[in-house]
């Protein structure tokens, strides 16, 4: 008997997780975007009532930082705090066929046994930003099941800030005697963290530097509010209850509904762009008329309907 998208949703909404695995299915299934859509649709603002409580957490940084050595003793923190977690890990996507080359999950350790987590990996679809649109839709979805939805990508760069559409809270993980530093500071992607972390502070004193030098360029450019937690790995862990709180901070201090709000609009502008072409845009008025559209559209609408709004007066 075929799942019943619609029932997956309603499942999810309810607070179901076990139907997760077979909802991500569905959305990762680029064949079927109207099965993907019945989903999403039992998911929405609308049918939840507002925003979905979860906190949506993206960690990025370059190849290598540690991040899934970093998400190890932060989902384990998280369990221990009585939170449930669901992971996306976006890895390179395969050219011959499309899926993801490195399997993250395997290397975020957890116990398959805790019904509490759910680890994915997800490809990145070729792009650039590193966030293929089924990890958007798929980050919606478990939002309305999980406590906590983590997406991780594969780097960091001018171009690699996709997650900060997706995510209420970025953190971008550097570690230090690396280069990340200075590679971060060249990229001029300062103002994407909402909290900064430095690996291997058992270095001693080049994670010192590390973490000094990046609160100088953030008091530089006016971000000195930005946290910078360093954080070690090795048994025992440090610092990782004070990321937890942290990342946590970050979310009270924001308006959720407003950012979510933000995202969804500049989400689908830039998925339109990219299917369509700036010509598109020129043919709507320009991107400021685009965001207008966009702007007088249903709060609540998801990416889909608003792209689904420009395709029609495009």
């Not at 490809?123 to 958007?136: H, I, K, S």
């Not at 919606?140 to 760069?157: H, N, P, Q, R, S």
Request: overall charge negative; charged content about 25%; proline content about 5%.
């Amino acid at each position: 008997m075929a799942t019943d998208p619609s029932e997956l949703g309603r499942r999810l909404r309810a607070g179901d997780r076990s139907a997760a695995p077979v909802a991500l299915n569905v959305i990762e299934n680029r064949a079927d975007r109207e099965a993907a859509a019945a989903v999403l649709a039992e998911v929405s603002p609308d049918e939840l009532g507002g925003e979905s409580p979860a906190h949506l957490v993206g960690v990025t940084g370059p190849p290598g930082a540690g991040k899934s050595t970093l998400l190890s003793a932060l989902v384990a923190e998280w369990r221990g705090r009585g939170r449930t977690v669901a992971v996306l890990a976006v890895d390179p996507s395969s050219k011959r066929s499309g899926g993801s080359l490195l399997a993250d999950r395997a290397r975020i350790e957890h116990d398959p046994k805790d019904d509490g987590i759910l680890i994915r990996s997800t490809a990145a679809g070729g792009r650039l930003g590193g966030l293929a649109v089924a990890t958007r839709e798929a980050a919606e979805a478990l939002a309305a099941a999980f406590d906590l939805v983590v997406v991780e990508t594969v780097g960091v760069g001018q171009s690699e800030t996709d997650v900060e559409e997706v995510c209420d809270t970025v953190a971008v993980v550097v570690q230090p005697a690396s280069g990340d530093v200075l590679q971060f500071l060249k990229a001029g992607i300062m103002e994407v963290p909402d909290v900064l972390v430095v690996t291997k502070a058992d270095l001693g004193d080049a994670a010192r530097r590390a973490q000094r030098d990046l609160e100088q360029a953030l008091a530089a450019l006016g971000s000195g509010g930005v946290p910078v937690v360093p954080v070690s790995s090795v048994p025992p862990p440090t610092g990782i209850a004070e990321l937890a709180d942290a990342i946590e901070a970050h979310r009270r201090g924001i308006d959720v509904a407003e950012r979510r709000l933000r995202a969804r609009r500049a989400s689908a502008l830039r998925e339109f762009v990219a299917e369509h072409g700036e010509r598109a845009l020129r043919g709507l008025g320009g991107r400021r008329e685009a965001e207008r559209l966009l702007a007088a559209e249903d709060p609540s609408a998801n990416v889909n309907a608003l792209i689904e709004t420009l395709k029609a007066r495009a």
